[in-house]
């Protein structure tokens, strides 16, 4: 999730560039694609700088997570401190496939599209790093991008999608 991505970053790093805090909605209605950019905690990195707490909260296993159905650790306590995160079992991710029927992923290091619902497959270097160049035009920030690029399934109703991209924006 984008909003956790951002909070998680800012943790590790005391304090965000506010450069780097953007999240970024494109909608291509001739293309019939939707990209959904954010320049937070790429997906498995535990680690930044002095921050130690990565792998005990299992941000090595994010996209285990976001693909496995009904799993996930989010807002388990720790110490006597409650976590406070948004969303839980990847069903945010997983809503995806309401759009796309392959979704293509970029973040950090990673580059793969997700076939069958659950299965990650390596991009191809040149579709990767235009999802990178793409990023790149819309922000400043030295954060690495996590990009996440639907192409419209054949049954995606656009109409629908406009309007619900819409009001989100409210």
């Known amino acids: 999730n984008a909003d956790d991505a951002l909070a998680e970053l800012e943790e590790m790093q005391n304090g965000l560039d506010p ?4 999240f970024v909605v494109h909608l291509d209605s001739q293309e019939k694609i939707l990209a959904i950019f954010h320049w937070g905690r790429p997906i498995n990195r535990h680690g930044f700088g ?36 948004t969303g839980r079992f990847g069903l945010g991710f997983k809503s ?46 030295s954060q690495a ?6 192409k419209w399934a054949r049954y995606a109703q656009v109409d629908e999608l406009f309007n619900a991209i819409e009001n989100f924006k409210r």
């Open 96 to 141: 995806v496939f309401f759009v796309s029927e392959q979704p293509e992923v970029v973040s950090g290091r990673l580059a793969f599209e997700i076939r069958g619902g659950f299965f990650p497959v390596r991009l191809s270097l040149d579709v990767a790093e235009e999802m990178r160049d793409n990023a790149r035009r819309l922000s400043a920030a």
């Open 145 to 150: 991008p996590t990009v996440v690029r639907l």
């Open 50 to 85: 002095d921050f130690a707490f990565g792998l005990q909260r299992g941000y090595d296993q994010d996209l285990q997570k976001m693909l496995t159905l009904n799993f996930s650790d989010k807002g388990v306590h720790t110490n006597d401190r409650p976590a406070i995160v």
């Open 19 to 22: 450069k780097a805090q953007q």
